[in-house]
């Protein structure tokens, strides 16, 4: 039996946030429903976070309400707070996750808070998703470099990744933020956070600026991780790390995951439909 690998889709999140002309409505609800005919178990649909700071995700429920569910698929949405929790559930999303950095500097670029408070604020998150049974996704930004800090250690990675396991999510997404990551440092951090938690509690989530962001998903593989993070088309960046280019795009890490002979359930024909769609929004 092939190893089987989870792709979780989030080219309708990542990929759209930081576009700069507004998306329509009805073009994102298209994206989502191409996608959720190519297998994926996940796919992070929007995210519940303020208009004011990310314009392009002002339609979240929208988005929610005017998508076609497909049974097995999980549909996911980040929330910053409370309020964004309690919209995200209202919309009827089937999973959350929320976002700290390992780096001061990002934390306080990206949600206006230290570590310490972004972590306060997401605790009501978590207990109301225990009383919901909802599902707890955690990210950690900028997991070797940060846009306005420089290097990253494993040891800051690891302390956030601890406390956001400990509060009671089910999986860390390691978020290479800036596409800086190298094969070189992705082993050195993996190699430190497996003496802390199991790797299978991991996800990785490369930005592919610099081109290695398969590189440091074979990396990942060597070490066991299992779920991987990807934008259909390539699409995304975040508004809040300048010069960050897209997540790694799906279709290419479905092809190299078929090489090396691990099982995804994707229909890469399907996929490369919704990544034309995807890519033609970004153009026009
Ligand atoms: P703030 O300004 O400190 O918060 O922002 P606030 O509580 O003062 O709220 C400001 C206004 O926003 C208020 O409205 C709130 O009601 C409203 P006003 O009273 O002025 O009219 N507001 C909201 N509206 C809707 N939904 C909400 C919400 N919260 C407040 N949930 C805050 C703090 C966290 C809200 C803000 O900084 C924020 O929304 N940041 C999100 C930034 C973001 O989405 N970044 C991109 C995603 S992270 C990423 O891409 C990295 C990742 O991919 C992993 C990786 O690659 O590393 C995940
Ligand atoms: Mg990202």
Redesign the pocket.
């Known amino acids: 039996m092939p190893d089987h690998v989870r792709i979780f889709e989030?080219g309708p999140r990542?990929g759209l946030?930081n576009q700069e002309r507004i998306i329509s409505t009805q073009d994102k609800i298209k994206l989502v429903d191409l996608l959720s005919d190519c297998g994926l178990s996940h796919i992070e649909t929007t995210?519940?976070?303020?208009?004011?700071?990310?314009p392009q995700?002002a339609d979240a429920a929208a988005v929610m309400k005017g998508i076609s569910r497909r049974k097995g698929t999980k549909y996911a949405a980040?929330?910053?707070?409370l309020?964004?929790y309690n919209?995200a559930i209202d919309a009827g999303v089937d999973e959350v996750?929320i976002?700290a950095s390992a780096s001061e500097g990002f934390s306080q670029k990206?949600?206006?808070?230290s570590i310490d408070e972004s972590i306060i604020r997401f605790e009501p998150i978590i207990q109301q998703a225990k009383i919901d049974k909802c599902n707890v996704r955690g990210?950690v930004?900028?997991i070797t470099d940060c846009p306005y800090d420089g290097s990253v250690t494993p040891e800051q990675v690891i302390k956030v990744a601890l406390r956001l396991l400990d509060m009671g999510c089910y999986e860390i997404?390691l978020?290479?933020?800036i596409g800086a990551a190298t094969p070189e440092k992705t082993r050195a951090l993996l190699s430190s956070m497996s003496n802390y938690m199991p790797v299978e509690v991991l996800a990785g989530?490369f930005?592919d600026t610099n081109d290695r962001a398969l590189e440091n998903i074979q990396v990942c593989l060597e070490f066991g991780v299992r779920t991987f993070d990807s934008a259909v088309g390539g699409l995304g960046g975040?508004?809040?790390a300048e010069g960050a280019k897209g997540n790694v795009d799906t279709v290419s890490v479905a092809k190299l995951l078929r090489e090396m002979n691990f099982e995804t359930g994707l229909d890469i024909d399907k996929l490369e439909k919704a990544s034309a769609f995807a890519r033609s929004l970004s153009e026009n």
Do not use: E, R
């Open positions: 989030v990542d946030q995210s519940f976070v303020s208009p004011k700071w990310v995700m980040l929330t910053p707070n309020k964004g919209a996750a976002f990206n949600i206006n808070c990210y930004s900028c997404s978020g290479d933020t989530h930005h975040c508004p809040y």
